[in-house]
């Protein structure tokens, strides 16, 4: 019997810990604390029903201790990562309007 409960109380604690950390994680948000950031923003948002707010409420705590365990690897990705890589490459080649068509070749 106390085995069946640790493992029902482990499989609750995997099962609610940080949705919306794990949707801005997988969704390709970047930044630090993008789950609780999200969050947050629904919390305030007046669009967002009272029963979305309540299941957030509840799970922020826990999406904050996820975005705490995914810290490094924010901070990782924040300078590696394909969106951040692009926008750098056009800071530095000054890139200003991609729709401009390129320069016509001069004819040798």
Do not use: Q
Request: aromatic letters at 4%; one cysteine or more; hydrophobic letters at 40%.
């Amino acid at each position: 019997m106390k085995t069946i409960l640790i493992v029902s109380a482990l499989f609750c604690g995997v099962v609610l810990t940080g949705c919306s950390s794990v949707m801005s994680h997988t969704g390709g948000k970047e930044g630090v604390y993008p789950g609780t950031r999200a969050s947050s923003e629904m919390l305030s948002d007046d669009d967002t029903g009272i029963g979305t707010k309540s299941l957030v409420a509840l799970d922020m705590p826990f999406t904050a201790i996820m975005d705490t365990l995914l810290l490094p690897w924010d901070l990782f990705r924040r300078d590696n990562s394909v969106k951040s890589r692009v926008e750098k490459s056009e800071r530095e080649n000054r890139a200003t309007n991609s729709l401009i068509p390129p320069a016509p070749m001069p004819a040798h």
